[in-house]
């Protein structure tokens, strides 16, 4: 089991910037890959940003590239996500997951609320 919990949410103004941090624990010598992921009101969870627990290999969502950057320290078991030029579209509940097997995400965190007002 891997546990995970997201921290850093809340709310900011259209414009600025606001970092996400993921913790990790139990068996992280499994750990292959983490993400973020974010839910916004009446709209289906969405992929954000994710990278390889081992390795630079990053990924993003179109909506979010250029604006966001995901980050690690293996040795904190930490992942963060740094938000740039949030807008009111960035609102919604995020959550960082854990892969232990490729394609898919096996642990989830509850979730962090960022609300951007305009």
């Known amino acids: 089991q891997v546990q995970v919990a997201e921290s850093g949410g809340g709310l900011v103004q259209s414009g600025d910037s606001q970092r996400l941090s993921c913790s990790f624990s139990?068996?992280?010598?499994?750990?292959?890959?983490m993400g973020w992921f974010r839910q916004a009101p009446g709209k289906e969870r969405e992929f954000v940003a994710g990278?390889?627990?081992?390795?630079?290999?990053?990924s993003y969502a179109d909506s979010v590239k250029g604006r966001f950057a995901i980050s690690r320290d293996n040795a904190k078991n930490m992942v963060y996500l740094q938000m740039n030029s949030l807008n009111p579209e960035d609102t919604a509940v995020y959550y960082c997951?854990?892969?232990?097997?490729?394609?898919?995400?096996?642990?989830w965190g509850q979730g962090t609320q960022v609300t951007v007002s305009s």
């Open positions: 990278c390889m627990w081992l390795g630079s290999a990053t």
């Open positions: 139990g068996r992280t010598s499994r750990l292959y890959a």
């Open positions: 997951a854990a892969s232990v097997v490729k394609g898919r995400y096996d642990y």
